[in-house]
């Protein structure tokens, strides 16, 4: 049987237990899908599903400011990632929101005829490049934590999706059709415009700490410090000199997206698991069966493939936030 999942066979979120079946019954009921593959394909590490589940509850969900908004953030997120699945799930959600017409140019691969819009999906794109000029803001200063969490979740999850699920958000790329793109999104329409209380997620994480000075004392700093921890666990997967080709080729990383001739990605007969960790931050959706079997041996379980594309993946967040102007960025405490 066909599922949405490349290299990986998540554990049935129907099976699940204590803080996953949490994370699951509020993803149900916060999110309006059930058991959706982008936090599924996580479940195989239990520490990663809840603080990526924390962070974008907290600010895409729960977030200051207009819904539709923060979609139009996370849609340019992904398409400066080129992801498609969260392309067109940030399409349907947007039809949820009620804004059928923008969702319908933004399909056909036209600009917002609203500024206000237009400016917001930029601002999302422009997050890719680190150090890129983010103000002034297409938004007022106090829902910074809200779109910036929603920008830095959703760089997280774009690479998480390209290198561990297929493309289509629907069976047979049923999304590629207006019709069932509008149905989708009134079906989700009740839960997406209903109001959700700030923090409710944080009861699933570990005492995450407060998180960046960026995100003000809202729910989305602890989020952000949980989903930061877990997915630097991955580390260990790797040896010292991996981990420092990791850290110095996103030291210099300018947001582009680097072929696979590119000299950032070593051979993956000689070093499978950086270069697994470097596709991951800088071009998941190149990684191929081959990159996973070769890195793969008896004791690599799912576990441990999801952890070490999740520290690539962060590896790329971690440079974008570190590399935001001094007065918005900060050490995690």
Same mark, same amino acid.
């Given at each position: 049987?066909? $599922? ?12 699940? #237990?204590?803080?996953?079946?949490? %994370? ?23 520490? +990663?599903? $809840?603080?990526?589940?924390?962070? %974008?509850?907290?600010?895409?969900? =729960? ?15 992904? *398409? ?16 949820? #929101? ?22 917001? *999906?930029?601002?999302?794109? *422009? $997050?890719?490049?680190?150090? =890129? ?10 829902? *910074?934590?809200? /779109?910036?969490? #929603?920008?830095?979740?959703? /760089? ?13 958000? +629907? ?30 997620? +944080? ?104 952890? +070490? ?17 001094? /007065? ?6």
């Amino acid at each position: 049987m066909s $599922t949405p999942f490349r290299f990986t066979s998540p554990p049935s979120p129907k099976a699940a #237990t204590g803080r996953v079946a949490e %994370t699951f019954e509020q993803l149900s009921r916060d999110f309006g899908i059930d058991r959706p593959p982008t936090f599924v394909v996580l479940s195989s590490a239990p520490e +990663l599903l $809840t603080a990526a589940w924390a962070l %974008t509850r907290e600010s895409l969900i =729960a977030g200051a400011g207009s819904r539709s908004g923060r979609e139009l953030v996370a849609l340019g997120v992904s *398409l400066a990632n080129q992801c498609p699945f969260c392309v067109d799930a940030h399409t349907v959600l947007l039809h949820a #929101t009620g804004d059928h017409a923008l969702a319908e140019r933004l399909a056909r691969g036209e600009r917002p005829e609203s500024e206000e819009h237009a400016r917001l *999906l930029d601002w999302g794109r *422009l $997050t890719r490049t680190p150090g =890129a000029a983010l103000e002034p803001y297409p938004f007022p200063r106090e829902e *910074l934590p809200a /779109h910036l969490g #929603t920008a830095l979740a959703f /760089h997280f999850i774009n690479r998480i999706v390209s290198a561990l699920v297929t493309e289509n958000l +629907l069976p047979r790329g049923a999304q590629r059709f207006r019709a069932v793109r509008s149905m989708a999104g009134r079906s989700l329409s009740a839960t997406v415009r209903r109001p959700a209380a700030p923090g409710a997620s +944080l009861a699933l994480l570990d005492d995450p700490g407060d998180g960046p000075a960026w995100a003000g004392g809202t729910p989305v700093g602890p989020a952000y410090a949980a989903l930061r921890r877990a997915a630097t666990m991955g580390a260990g997967l790797l040896d010292g000199e991996d981990q420092n080709l990791v850290r110095q080729t996103l030291a210099s990383w300018d947001g582009s997206h680097p072929s696979l001739a590119h000299a950032a990605f070593p051979d993956r007969v000689e070093r499978p698991g950086a270069r697994l960790a470097l596709l991951a931050a800088l071009a998941p959706y190149r990684i191929t069966e081959e990159d996973v079997v070769a890195w793969r041996r008896p004791e690599h379980t799912d576990h441990c493939l999801v952890h +070490l594309v999740a520290y690539g993946a962060f590896a790329a967040v971690d440079r974008i936030e570190r590399a935001l102007a001094p /007065h918005t960025a900060s050490e995690t405490v």
